[in-house]
């Protein structure tokens, strides 16, 4: 490397691009105004903050009139000086800023507002509602890492009192991942006894023990090692691997090791719980695109090269729902998937009955003419979406996970999409078991010739059936728009694991897909560790060309008539 | 009749074989225009990428014409598809060189493409114009690398990432192939070199597309969760982007915990994600859309009226091309000539400006200079530079960190020789002939 | 006489072997003999691109054999190509020496380049020709035996078949995609400068590839006639027509079965191997499974169960495709997919078939005339 001396660069200057510069009149305009509310505000704020702050530190309205100008390291002073203030609105204003929805204007002097919905704002200084339409373009007031985790940890320290236990706990955590020092032992040990929540409590003392661990005192480290015991926090193992490795007291090391086994054999469980739970929902990932090919290929015998291209379909469309209804995102994925199933389910008719109803018996040849429809759906794509990733954004509730304890977490986008999963294979077997559709589906896919002569309109079945089978790929499609990339090539990612499922399981059964998927799934993610994901897949795929072998039919063959062709 | 029969057949295949054979061979002679070869893939698995490189030389093609086009003349680009198969893009390639008889190809985004494309290049003695970061360890006579080598991009950001965050865990996280091979491999032996200890730097590599990323990230966040600060220095491509970053951040490891550097996502591949979940990672390149010079901003608005949509973005090798296209120009216009012989003697010292506000050139080594700017993603997708290198950093074909290439010089001016080993004083391999 | 047995009765077939014969007397001399400014002069590029669809046609042959006559279909013919064409790419590395960018006189770059120090047992003996020959012949060949072995023995048939075969191409692509396999990774195997002493750019060179091509397309297409011409061949037709009726007739449908994909296997490793020089690269991508599909869509649209309309169908479809790239560069995959549609359509026997069918309703007119 030649000439790369570092130097800080803190750019106070946010990143958004000034494409169209507002024209002169108008900002004039907004300046007027923007002066007479500033003065307004002025005047209101510096009343009541007047009496709490002594003369000699900046008042908390004109710390956070500061927080819009100057370097990122100056933010962060003014930040600390903001939590300083203990002003009741600081942990609001401090929460904005960290979320992104502490914003500037533009005009001089800069006002600080809060976002708190699209285009209503309120001052940060005193929570007044201000008028939008006077703003001007307003711009976020940027913030970088360092600045963000010194927020968190403040907001951690003002939080560590708030009513909320759940808050308090979250606050304790913040506290045990930042390092806990001499300070914070006593607020904490002062903090436990009035302390409700058994909890929070634990959480403190093993915040406490956490900081104990360094104290000079070998009483002291000593307690503070047995009370660790079994506790998961990461922060903790690492503390007591340091002592038990380190500390110059035997019964010290050696208490601090029985902590740590105590600890390893928890985390041993929770890590197969862990892995238990990756396979499984790997392998709803694997069931929910194999299903409708369950359907499409396994009771039509339709080799279905176009299926992914059906999936694609449903991601897109979550994609344009989304972008037609851009304040409803919580809500989107509940519209798109009626939509996806409609929207996939019609193109799956129109290429059964464009193509694939003049291809009946020649299974082989159903593969080449879908190959050929992918390619123009792919080219479609391309076409129509541009052939570059669409941003699909996950609602609210499907970010984040569910906290069972500090060492084992499941999230929360792949626990719905196992339920999800679940759901459409029931809803499936529903439809084919319980209704006259289903029926008829079977009674096609069984003896075509005797099902018309019982008077079943066999081409009307094939085409819902396989627009059955297009639509819920369709769905899958649209689960799969949040966990990957939704782009023209999202179908051929799937679509040779799906066959996979598909024979392993046994083509013509559902359960056989339930089964398959599943297994595939949890044998996956048992070997990924030691094998490494590439080698692991590898494996996987030469065991089911011997299990083929094996059992040529895959795990539940059919039985009967339908096998025999 | 049968023999008669035959030979009609046999006429109107021969017929329609000769048809073949002179479509593939005639090539329009015509000596009033300039032709710019352009050999982006527009559909496959590298279209998302490339696509957009395309649209980019077309657009500067059409600029240079607006100003009066190069000596002259007017310029004409001619596009191919190479369709991200590699095998074609040799074939495309030839087609270009041969067949089009084009002065530039301006192309390739992957390695293997490169690979595949460089012995044709050097064989026709064509130009080829590399628009995208990659491993080094290489040195064409007719290839001019205008994308960041590893020195001028991995190196920086993990010496910020040293220095100012005081990392002192390493994940270096990989998809398999041979750029994050070779920068992991670079980025191992600096580490070590600084005194990082080896179980402090885990090594993990993906295959391509890679989208079920539950368990490395929970061992991410195991191995981060030691007490000692973690980064991630991500060489992960394309595909296996979103749901790697989605996972992150569902398992609620945050940019301040544990930072991802990436040195493959850019504007464009963060217009394509909710970025969100995002917000803080890092990236390094040598350029960043929110860089605020005229010079970028003429060439954002010039973008944007010239694609049609308002919410396109630009990225570092789109900048790479710019930067490139006019060496090119202004290497043609020292040399009045676009003889490839000559261009490439005259393009070696040519200073253009860059879009972050220096002055970029090319190097006797064929690459260029660069400075590497590092940023953290805003919520809009775009990056806040929060650290840069001084100056330009040169561009280094050959690693000072890799056990082969530290004592192997590229240098076309005096030695005349892409891999001139300094301790033995022989150029070895291939030279120029 | 054995040629009478071979392609009387066989019109189309000696038509194509025809014209390929021409190309190869024609080719070589108008891009040799033939000045560049001559109207007739062949350019090189045509060369290789001919030398290329030479390649791609005996593949399909390959396939054309198993499906069209024992009605094998298998997804992973792919596979047996990119094991050929590694095995030639490892002779073609290994002929590199100390020319390469690190100038290490036994381990080509990538080696060098990922710190390797010594080379693999499995790249020893590649530097002579006679063993890389040996290994483009027995690596398709062996594991083709071992996997069709497994297959046919458990009756594995139709789509299961298919789907195995997939999964096999699949798998490989995957293992050789990693580094650690010794095989070049992504990169593949590249930048080949000699074979058997002669520089691979050289036009004459090119042009001997060519002909090798060319030549061993003819040959395998004369070894394809005999074996569906001979007695073997006939109960190979009918195992594809009834297998179980086959089998009950005492026939070992299995080592029939076996042999045919063995050999079928080898023609496509032979192929293989002639690709890779003139193309320049071998890399896991030629094991991408929707490569191997493609192939399919090739010997369909040529026609299945002709082995000449194999040869028809690989020349078609990848000279529609170089058109279309060129020409279309954006929407191109839009015809490529219609034509796959309407050729399963409208022309179940391909595009040979159109012929015979004009043929047919030709003669089938005349009959109708007669009273």
């Known amino acids: 490397m030649r000439g790369g001396i570092s130097r800080p660069n803190f750019q106070g200057e946010s990143p958004d691009h000034p494409l169209k510069p507002d024209s002169d009149t108008t900002m004039a305009l907004l300046k007027k105004s923007v002066c007479l509310w500033i003065a307004l505000g002025a005047f209101l704020l510096t009343l009541p903050s007047a009496y709490a702050q002594s003369p000699a530190e900046p008042d908390f309205p004109t710390l956070v009139d500061e927080l819009a100008s100057g370097s990122l390291s100056k933010r962060g002073k003014t930040v600390e000086a903001i939590a300083a203030t203990n002003h009741e609105r600081a942990q609001t204003v401090l929460k904005a800023l960290l979320e992104g929805s502490l914003e500037s204007t533009r005009s001089d002097p800069r006002q600080v507002l809060i976002e708190t919905g699209t285009d209503t704002y309120v001052l940060a200084a005193n929570g007044e509602a201000v008028n939008a339409d006077n703003l001007g373009r307003t711009k976020r007031i940027p913030i970088h890492n360092k600045l963000r985790s010194q927020i968190k940890t403040l907001l951690a320290q003002m939080n560590l009192s708030a009513a909320d236990a759940d808050v308090r706990l979250r606050a304790v955590e913040q506290m045990i991942s930042d390092g806990v020092d001499g300070d914070s032992i006593a607020l904490l040990q002062q903090l436990k006894a009035d302390e409700s929540s058994s909890d929070v409590q634990d959480a403190m003392d093993d915040a406490v023990a956490l900081a104990q661990l360094e104290s000079s005192d070998n009483e002291t480290r000593l307690n503070a090692a047995k009370q660790l015991r079994g506790s998961l926090y990461p922060e903790v193992r690492g503390a007591l691997q340091i002592v038990a490795d380190n500390d110059s007291e035997s019964s010290i090391r050696a208490e601090a090791q029985r902590s740590l086994d105590s600890i390893d054999s928890k985390l041993k469980m929770f890590r197969l719980g862990e892995n238990i739970f990756f396979g499984l929902s790997l392998g709803s990932v694997l069931l929910l695109s194999a299903i409708g090919l369950a359907i499409t290929f396994g009771v039509m015998g339709v080799i279905n090269m176009a299926h992914g291209e059906l999936m694609m379909i449903g991601a897109y469309t979550t994609w344009v729902i989304q972008q037609a209804f851009p304040n409803q995102i919580e809500y989107s994925l509940f519209m798109a998937i009626p939509a996806a199933f409609v929207v996939s389910g019609l193109v799956g008719i129109a290429i059964e009955r464009g193509v694939i109803q003049f291809l009946y018996g020649r299974p082989l040849e159903t593969l080449l003419a879908t190959f050929g429809i992918s390619l123009i759906l792919q080219q479609a794509a391309r076409s129509i979406f541009s052939p570059l990733n669409r941003a699909v954004s996950l609602p609210e509730w499907m970010s984040g996970s569910l906290q069972i304890n500090p060492a084992f977490s499941i999230t929360f986008n792949r626990l719905y999409i196992l339920l999800f999963g679940l759901m459409v294979f029931f809803a499936l077997l529903a439809v084919l078991k319980k209704t006259s559709l289903g029926l008829k589906v079977r009674a096609v896919s069984q003896n075509r010739p005797m099902a018309r002569a019982v008077g079943v309109r066999a081409s009307w079945v094939d085409a819902m059936t396989f627009g059955l089978g297009s639509g819920v790929a369709g769905i899958a499609g649209v689960a799969l728009s949040q966990l990957t990339n939704v782009g023209p090539n999202l179908g051929q990612a799937y679509i040779i694991d799906s066959f996979m499922v598909v024979v392993f399981g046994g083509v013509g059964n559902l359960w056989g897909t339930l089964v398959s998927a599943m297994s595939l799934g949890v044998i996956n993610k048992f070997m990924e560790p030691f094998a490494g994901a590439v080698l692991a897949k590898v494996l996987i795929l030469v065991l089911l060309i011997l299990f083929i072998q094996k059992k040529p039919k895959g795990l539940f063959p059919q039985k009967g008539r339908a096998a025999a062709d | 009749m049968k023999l008669k029969k035959l030979l009609k057949s046999i006429g109107v295949l021969g017929a329609s074989c000769t048809l073949a054979l002179s479509s593939l061979t005639t090539s329009a002679q015509e000596e009033d225009t300039i032709k710019v070869g352009v050999l982006h893939s527009l559909s496959g698995t590298m279209a998302i990428s490339e696509t957009t490189l395309k649209d980019t030389m077309l657009m500067l093609i059409e600029e240079q014409n607006k100003k009066g086009g190069l000596l002259g003349k007017q310029l004409e680009p001619v596009v191919v598809d190479p369709a991200s198969n590699w095998p074609l893009f040799a074939e495309k390639t030839r087609e270009l060189l041969a067949q089009e008889e084009v002065d530039a190809i301006f192309g390739c985004w992957t390695s293997v493409s490169r690979k595949s494309v460089l012995p044709v290049v050097e064989e026709l003695n064509g130009l080829l114009f590399y628009p995208v970061q990659y491993e080094g360890e290489e040195s064409s006579r007719n290839v001019f690398y205008t994308g960041a080598a590893p020195n001028q991009q991995a190196i920086p950001a993990v010496d910020y990432l040293m220095n100012e965050l005081e990392v002192k865990r390493w994940v270096l996280a990989g998809t398999d192939y041979v750029y994050p091979r070779t920068t992991n491999k670079i980025l191992a032996a600096y580490l070590q070199s600084k005194g990082v200890a080896e179980e402090d730097i885990m090594i993990n590599y993906t295959p391509f597309g890679h989208s079920d990323w539950q368990n490395i990230v929970s061992d991410i966040k195991r191995f981060g969760s030691s007490g000692k600060k973690t980064a991630v220095v991500s060489t992960i491509n394309g595909d296996a982007n979103v749901p790697f970053y989605r996972e992150l951040g569902n398992q609620g490891i945050s940019a301040e915990d544990i930072p991802v550097v990436a040195f493959s996502v850019g504007e464009e591949e963060l217009s394509g994600i909710d970025a969100k979940p995002l917000v803080g990672h890092m990236a390094a390149w040598n350029y960043f859309m929110s860089v605020d010079t005229d010079e970028n901003n003429a060439f954002i608005d010039q973008w944007l009226e010239y694609i049609g949509n308002e919410d396109r973005v630009t990225n570092d090798p789109m900048e790479a091309h710019y930067i490139g296209f006019n060496m090119w120009v202004k290497a043609v216009e020292k040399a009045g000539t676009t003889d490839s012989d000559a261009v490439i003697d005259a393009i070696v010292g040519v200073e253009v400006p860059n879009l972050t506000g220096g002055t970029s050139k090319m190097l006797p080594n064929h690459h260029i200079t660069k400075p590497v700017l590092l940023g953290e993603i805003q919520e809009d997708g775009q990056f806040l530079t929060v650290w840069e290198t001084d100056g330009l950093v040169a561009g280094d074909a050959w690693s000072d960190y890799l056990e082969g290439s530290k004592d192997l010089k590229s240098d076309w001016v005096e030695l005349d020789c892409g891999n001139y080993n300094t301790k033995t004083k022989k150029c070895v391999g291939a030279t120029a002939e | ?371």
């Open chain 3, 1 to 371: 006489m054995l040629t009478q047995r071979l392609l009387t009765s066989d019109k189309g077939g000696m038509l194509v072997l025809g014209l390929i014969a021409l190309t190869c007397i024609l080719v070589p001399i108008l891009n040799l003999a033939v000045p560049e400014s001559s109207p007739f002069h062949v350019s090189t590029f045509a060369v290789t691109l001919l030398g290329k669809f030479l390649c791609y046609a005996l593949l399909a042959l390959a396939l054309d054999l198993i499906w069209g006559y024992a009605g094998i279909l298998s997804l992973g013919h792919g596979a047996f190509f990119a094991l050929g064409g590694y095995a030639m790419g490892m002779y073609l590395m290994r002929q590199i020496g100390d020319r390469g960018k690190y100038g290490d006189p036994l381990l080509p770059d990538f080696m060098v380049f990922l710190n390797w120090q010594e080379l693999p047992w499995y790249w020893h003996g590649f530097d002579m020709f006679w063993f890389a020959a040996l290994m483009i012949v027995l690596v398709p060949g062996i594991l083709a035996w071992v996997f069709g072995w497994l297959a046919f023995r458990s009756r594995v048939t139709g789509v299961y078949f298919a789907i195995i075969t997939q999964a096999l191409t699949y798998a490989l692509m995957l293992a050789f995609f990693r580094n650690e396999m010794g095989f070049g990774g992504n990169n593949g195997l590249t930048d080949f400068k000699d074979i058997l002493g002669f520089s691979i750019t050289a036009d004459s060179t090119r042009i001997g590839l060519f002909l090798a091509s060319g030549i061993a397309l003819m040959l395998a297409y004369l070894a394809c006639r005999y074996i569906v011409t001979s007695r073997a061949g006939k109960v190979i037709v009918s195992i594809r027509d009834a297998e179980s009726r086959t089998r009950f007739s005492g026939y070992q449908v299995e080592s029939y079965k076996l042999w045919l994909f063995v050999f079928s296997a080898v023609l496509a490793g032979i192929a293989g191997a002639l690709y890779v020089p003139q193309v320049g690269i071998i890399n896991p991508g030629e094991f991408s499974p929707l490569n191997s599909i493609e192939l399919v869509v090739w010997v369909a649209t040529g026609g299945r169960g002709t082995l000449y309309g194999a040869i028809v169908g690989a020349f078609s479809v990848n000279y529609g495709k170089t058109v279309f790239t060129t020409f279309y560069p954006e929407a191109w995959l839009f015809p490529l997919g219609l034509l796959f549609v309407l050729v399963t359509l409208v022309l179940p026997k391909g595009l040979v078939g159109l012929i015979g069918r004009f043929k047919k309703s030709k003669s089938t007119s005349k009959q109708e005339e007669q009273p």
